[in-house]
């Protein structure tokens, strides 16, 4: 059975897609962007992830939000999509599967617009059926799981579970019980008891720890 650990400095990704939301400040996610070797920019993201030092791997979208002095610079690294059927998240994510890498950070998805917010982070429920993914925000870490598994944590940690489809959702080493919700906000403001807490579920939800 599965465990996920807690987020830690030495566990950097393979592969980070970093999305055009607020530019990651938290610690953990600065340092793990200033040391992943492969990390892909949805359009204007490129242009805070520069400014700060990097130069992406690549970067994907339609380059309508780029500025023009990146665009003209880097202009090798950009993987254009017109298409206008998902956004810049996806057409990157796709990009990532085609270079053969199955296992992705997402960051900066999250601020800005809530809508864009709530939109990329319901897409993990998606993805998770053709890689290994997670989210890393300023506040927390976003898991999609669809089978019975293990979370390491530590007590009095805030936990949050959000049902996508499950028909059949418990746990164990929470502060409150689990069970099919029907909206979003029931599974909210959760705890952990200890060092670790299990998850039984038939179907998708994503779980949130804390950092």
Not at 183 to 203: K, S
Request: net charge negative; hydrophobic share 40%.
């Amino acid at each position: 059975m599965k465990e996920y650990k807690l987020p830690a400095q030495a566990d950097v990704p393979e592969t980070i897609i970093l999305a055009d939301g607020d530019f990651p400040s938290h610690p953990l996610a600065v340092d793990w962007l200033n040391r992943c070797p492969f990390v892909v920019c949805c359009d204007g993201a490129a242009n805070a992830y520069i400014r700060s030092g990097h130069i992406p791997s690549a970067i994907v979208g339609d380059g309508d939000s780029l500025l023009a002095d990146v665009r003209e610079k880097y202009g090798r690294l950009i993987h254009s999509e017109a298409e206008q059927e998902t956004n810049d998240l996806s057409k990157a994510f796709r990009f990532c599967l085609l270079q053969g890498r199955k296992r992705i950070t997402i960051m900066g998805a999250t601020g800005k617009r809530e809508d864009h917010t709530l939109g990329n982070i319901s897409l993990l429920a998606d993805y998770m059926e053709q890689a290994e993914v997670n989210m890393l925000t300023d506040h927390g870490m976003f898991t999609p799981v669809s089978d019975d598994c293990f979370f390491e944590s530590y007590r009095g940690q805030q936990v949050s579970v959000f049902n996508m489809n499950a028909t059949e959702l418990s746990g164990e080493g929470l502060a409150y019980p689990l069970s099919v919700f029907t909206n979003w906000w029931q599974g909210t403001l959760n705890e952990a008891t200890g060092n670790r807490f299990f998850i039984h579920v038939c179907g998708k939800v994503l779980v949130f720890r804390a950092m």
